[in-house]
């Protein structure tokens, strides 16, 4: 399949970054597997048919070597230059610092739409400046963002909240997305989903539990109403290892599913 726009996968099969657990390197290869499982069908809920070669391609994985972080660069730069939106599956959420960095130079106007129970803002977190509690102080550091907008935050800490004051983040907690308080994306958007927004009641493959959050169908809902061209996204942080009968799989599988649909209705 070719053409311009089309969502293509990219697997970033790295967890060095994690500062709890490993297990989010082995995820991509387990999205994929429930994502073409015959156990559902292949079209999402606003009946789009999410088939592999006529709404989406996979371009495998990077190849890593000694420096992943600029393989992965490079890998999201190649799918730019071809004309193709990436969709990284990772992978802890470090990954999302160098797929934001090739990203920014094709597209002028950003906002990043960043779904996760923690802000991953710490200036450094222990003595990792590229931990996957931080890329997003180094996007914001490098100007890779016009907007920055976090939902389903429920693990602030005071220094993460000073971040977030200093980059003018708009952050939506979980206090405030229940009392119905919601968001306007300003420009193209770049969707950046950790599974652990989601309450572990619906998602227990991750690394770092956090009760009280979304469920699917706010997620999904969330997803399906953006309204901006989608000009890339990733999905992180699953750990196949903290899993439950492949559970978060499943659900992994479904919002990328999802994802995909809203990035081929609106190229």
Not at 100 to 108: E, M, Q, S, T
Request: net charge negative; hydrophobic share 40%; aromatic share 6%.
């Amino acid at each position: 399949m070719t053409g311009t726009g089309v969502p293509t996968l990219l697997g970033a099969c790295y967890d060095a970054s994690s500062s709890f657990l490993r297990g989010p390197a082995e995820a991509p290869a387990a999205i994929r597997r429930e994502l073409e499982s015959p156990a559902s069908n292949a079209w999402s809920e606003g009946l789009v048919e999410v088939v592999r070669g006529a709404v989406w391609d996979d371009a495998g994985d990077v190849s890593l070597g000694d420096a992943p972080r600029e393989a992965i660069e490079r890998g999201v730069e190649t799918l730019l230059s071809q004309g193709r939106r990436p969709f990284v599956l990772g992978g802890d959420h470090s990954i999302t610092y160098p797929v934001v960095c090739a990203v920014r130079r094709h597209h002028p106007r950003l906002t990043i739409l960043h779904l996760d129970a923690h802000n991953d803002l710490y200036h450094e977190f222990e003595g990792d400046s590229h931990s996957h509690a931080c890329p997003f102080a180094r996007i914001m550091e490098a100007g890779l963002a016009d907007q920055l907008v976090q939902v389903g935050v429920r693990a602030m800490t005071r220094h993460q909240r000073e971040q977030a004051d200093r980059f003018g983040v708009e952050v939506i907690d979980m206090r405030r997305w229940t009392a119905g308080e919601r968001f306007t994306l300003r420009h193209p958007v770049y969707v950046s989903l950790d599974v652990d927004v989601l309450d572990p009641a619906y998602a227990p493959g991750v690394s770092h539990r956090e009760p009280g959050g979304m469920t699917v169908r706010e997620v999904v809902g969330l997803v399906q109403g953006i309204e901006q061209p989608i000009v890339g996204a990733d999905l992180v942080e699953y750990n196949p290892r903290r899993d439950l009968d492949t559970v978060t799989a499943t659900v992994c599988a479904k919002l990328v599913k999802e994802l995909l649909a809203a990035m081929h209705l609106r190229p």
